[in-house]
């Protein structure tokens, strides 16, 4: 009997441990799984939290300042333009890019040259199966301006910095002449193809600018490569700054004029949405105004027509060049949509 009891009281001393091992593991499990889950739900919690929060910083829109829609207000002269850079830039090189745009600008403003030409054409076939008509619109515009200045002819006006990483500037220009250059070239282009089942439209958008002071030596050098493509509602946009490839923050990008500015146009002949960034809208209005008003002035019209074997065909196609300048008189917003008023003329 007293064996039994010492083998038993042996086998249970062995046991004890193992069952300790045991339920020490299974609660390291149950705490593996439980840390698991938690941060699992912990994840969603944050990144769901993280998302709404961004989301709602996109939501409220950017208040741009006064001087921005009434420059005319705030330049020293008529010889002046309002620059923007790219989003997501620190306010250092995103003012200094934006005013290097504004004094291109400002440049085309004085003296521009602009070739202009328009497609129109139209196709309708048919036979006994089939009945099948289409449409091609295309509009095309060159600019471009070569200027030599000083910098100490210009004068900054105004600046400001959106929470978007944008920089507004606002130049003038005091005295013509120098021994820096300033050339600036742009083209915009509107392809719209249409036929009974869609329609599809392709934007072009280019603006390069390269200010080189005398010699050509650097560092003074400055320069900016912007082109934005976009088919439908896709698009892509190129920037490079002074050799530095610019990352576009693709956000929804929203804004709104002061309480105190009223509308200038109930209906503006051409708006542009602000979704993509204030430059992108700005650049395309500019644009889209020139182009406009430069089709209202001389052009030379070629026309064709043909019509064999049930299939007509015709091109109507407009050319003009001529040197301009125009002033930026203002602009509004509504509805997040940009309108510009510009002043174009003739030389």
Not at 44 to 53: M, N, S, V
Not at 174 to 186: A, K, M, Y
């Amino acid at each position: 009997m007293k064996v039994f009891c010492s083998l038993w009281i042996t086998l249970a001393l062995l046991l004890i441990p193992a069952m300790g091992q045991a339920q020490s593991q299974q609660v390291c499990r149950s705490l593996d799984e439980d840390y698991l889950r938690y941060l699992k739900i912990m994840e969603e919690e944050t990144t769901g939290a993280d998302k709404d929060l961004l989301d709602l910083y996109y939501r409220i829109p950017e208040q741009l300042p006064g001087w921005f829609f009434n420059p005319t207000q705030y330049a020293r002269n008529d010889r002046y333009f309002i620059g923007i850079s790219e989003p997501g830039m620190d306010s250092l090189r995103a003012l200094k890019l934006a005013g290097l745009r504004a004094r291109a600008l400002a440049a085309l403003s004085q003296n521009a040259r602009i070739n202009h030409i328009t497609d129109h054409y139209q196709r309708t076939r048919e036979d006994a199966e089939h009945f099948d008509q289409g449409s091609r619109f295309l509009d095309y515009s060159k600019i471009a301006a070569r200027q030599t200045h000083a910098k100490t002819n210009w004068s900054v006006e105004k600046t400001y910095y959106t929470r978007y990483g944008e920089g507004i500037v606002l130049v003038s220009m005091d005295n013509t002449g120098g021994e820096d250059t300033l050339s600036v070239g742009g083209e915009f282009m509107q392809l719209t193809r249409e036929d009974e089942v869609f329609m599809e439209q392709t934007l072009l958008c280019r603006l390069n600018v390269l200010e080189t002071p005398r010699g050509n030596l650097p560092p003074g050098k400055n320069e900016s490569r912007y082109l934005r493509q976009a088919l439908g509602e896709h698009f892509l946009i190129r920037s490079v700054f002074n050799a530095d490839t610019l990352v576009f923050p693709y956000h929804p990008y929203r804004y709104v004029a002061p309480g105190n500015m009223a509308i200038r146009k109930e209906k503006p002949d051409i708006t542009f949405s602000l979704k993509d960034g204030l430059w992108n809208g700005f650049i395309h209005l500019l644009f889209s105004n020139l182009t406009l008003q430069n089709r209202q002035t001389d052009s030379r019209i070629k026309s064709s027509y043909d019509q064999y074997n049930l299939k007509n065909q015709g091109i109507i196609r407009s050319v003009s060049g001529h040197n301009c300048h125009f002033r930026l008189t203002g602009l509004s917003l509504k509805d997040n949509h940009l309108s510009m008023d510009l002043l174009v003329e003739s030389l």
